[in-house]
């Protein structure tokens, strides 16, 4: 069997799909796996992920899109639209050379599911298309209801909403459920904007992901990026309702239970020596992921919080960011605190002396925090991250949003002390606790997601 794999190369989507074909190619080794990726995401992610790869995956590179001597404006969304433009030409053409060099027709089509137009490539190889789910399940059916989700949102506006809403400053509208199987618990105001396009005008990006819904629709095979256990009911039949086999193969991201701390050689930027020497449960973790642009305000309210509480902080920040802190900020928090540009985070997270992790909510990052049970304090910023933090807050309450919505001085101590200090941080302290272990049963001998793992290798290696 030969089975092609269409990485989506943004975000951490890449990072998690290698993580589940080096799993599958280690359950499956007679199966020859070609990983198709773009060259910038294939170098990111074998760094990231620093191990070496079974010897059945091989890579290959894609264009991006990107012309020579392009000149970029600085939004992140540049890329996307570029990349979205090339294809599925550049996927075509590296599966055309995956053949070649491996002599072997190509079985199975594992893809993003982002990647909508990989279903019309396999058909047109008369193979199966095994999309996968990389955010929470409950975007995607914000994807498949999207007319329903408009047609909603138009009757909202015609309560007078308007636009302005999508910032999350009109109440009425911040505060209107959806009325979609499974998502009542959801507002309208924590959809990403390519759900609802801003001024009704359509990106590439956003019609990608339009075309998501109806695509995923015609394959009978989903894998999600889930566990079967942290899903509301009503979501998880209207799922199951629509795809006979929904494998819920857990948080492909992760070993679970996570792999015991690595050696100190590999702690470069000293996070969990410097860990080492906290208490138990202490230290504040901060980080907001790869791509969330803070502005420069917040930034420094956070830090003077931080500065007068003098709890315990471990704050990942980008270098790029880091001149945005105030001047002497380093210095006069160096007894209490420290500041990387890159932390081992699900190492920092599955450390004993880390007792909260504040959050941009990205997938990857809640994923990891529940994982090793720790809670979190939400400060969402864009595509899922509101989507996220309502679960975390209002659907497992695992977690706090920041108080006020964004970094103030008062607000940032208000909830460290909330979570660090008080029986409501107790309480969310064991509901995470409990949430972790619900993790860790599914993903034992037996448990729903490793059954649900065994099914897509036999789907991938009986085909
Ligand atoms: N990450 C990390 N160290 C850092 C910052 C981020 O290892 O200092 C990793 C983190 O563990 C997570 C990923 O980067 O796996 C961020 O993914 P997420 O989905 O949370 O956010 P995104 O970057 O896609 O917005």
């Known amino acids: ?13 890449a990072l ?24 910038e995401s294939n170098n990111s992610i074998f760094l990231a992920s620093r191990t070496n ?22 939004d992140p969304i540049e890329r996307v639209e570029l990349f979205i433009k090339e294809t599925p030409k550049n996927f075509k053409m590296a599966l055309d050379m995956a053949v070649a060099e491996t002599d072997q027709k190509i079985s199975c089509l594992i893809a993003d599911a982002f990647l909508s137009f990989s279903g019309s490539v396999a058909e047109d190889l008369s193979i199966p298309w095994i999309p996968v789910w990389i955010p929470v399940p409950h975007s995607l059916s914000t994807h498949i209801y999207t007319d329903m989700i408009r047609q909603h949102y138009a009757n909202s506006l015609s309560y007078g909403c308007s636009n302005s809403c999508r910032d999350g400053n009109d109440v009425e509208l911040e505060e209107k459920t959806l009325e979609i199987p499974g998502l009542s618990e959801l507002h ?23 075309q998501i819904g109806n695509m995923v629709l015609k394959v009978d095979t989903l894998v999600v ?42 702690d470069t930027t000293g996070c969990l020596s410097w860990l080492d020497s906290q208490k138990s449960k202490t230290v504040a973790y901060i980080s907001f992921g790869t791509v969330a642009n803070i502005p420069q305000s917040e930034i420094e309210e956070l830090a003077e919080a931080l500065e007068a509480s003098r709890i315990p902080f471990l704050w990942s920040l980008r270098d790029n960011i880091k001149g945005c802190l105030p001047n002497g900020f380093l210095e006069r928090t160096i007894m209490h ?14 450390h004993s002396s880390t007792g909260v992790f504040m959050t941009h909510c990205g997938a990857n990052s809640v994923y990891e925090s529940i994982a090793n049970g720790v809670p979190m304090i939400c400060r969402p910023f864009f595509a899922d991250n509101k989507l996220n933090a309502r679960l975390i807050v209002d659907v497992w309450r695992i977690g706090e949003r920041i108080d006020g919505g964004f970094f103030t001085k008062t607000g940032v101590a208000k909830s460290l002390d909330l979570i660090l200090q008080h029986e409501q941080g107790r309480r969310i302290r064991s509901r995470v606790q409990a949430v972790k272990d619900l993790v860790l049963k599914a993903s034992a001998r037996g448990g729903h997601a490793t059954q649900a793992f065994k099914t897509l290798v036999e789907k991938i290696t009986l085909v």
């Not at 089975?3 to 989507?13: D, E, K, L």
């Not at 801003?198 to 956003?206: K, V």
């Not at 929904?246 to 996570?258: Q, R, Y």
Request: aromatic share 10%.
């Open 53 to 74: 790869l079974p010897d059945n995956i091989k890579t290959y590179n894609v264009a991006d899109g990107v012309p020579l001597n392009h000149g970029f404006s600085g």
């Open 188 to 210: 309208i105001a924590d959809l990403p904007v390519e759900v609802l396009p801003r001024d009704a005008q359509e990106t590439p990006f956003s019609c990608l992901l339009g």
């Open 1 to 13: 069997m030969h089975v092609a794999v269409f990485a989506f190369p943004f975000g951490c989507h």
């Open 337 to 350: 605190g420290k500041v990387v540009p890159w932390a081992p985070q699900t190492q920092v997270l599955a």
């Open 225 to 266: 990026n889930f566990y079967q256990e942290l899903y509301p009911k009503p979501l998880l039949n209207d799922l199951k309702s629509k795809f006979t086999n929904l494998l819920n193969v857990g948080f492909i991201s992760l070993s679970m239970p996570p792999p015991s701390l690595p050696p100190s050689t590999e």
């Open 16 to 39: 998690s799909l290698i993580n589940l074909v080096q799993k599958l190619a280690r359950a499956a080794q007679e199966t020859q796996f070609s990983f198709l990726n773009t060259e």
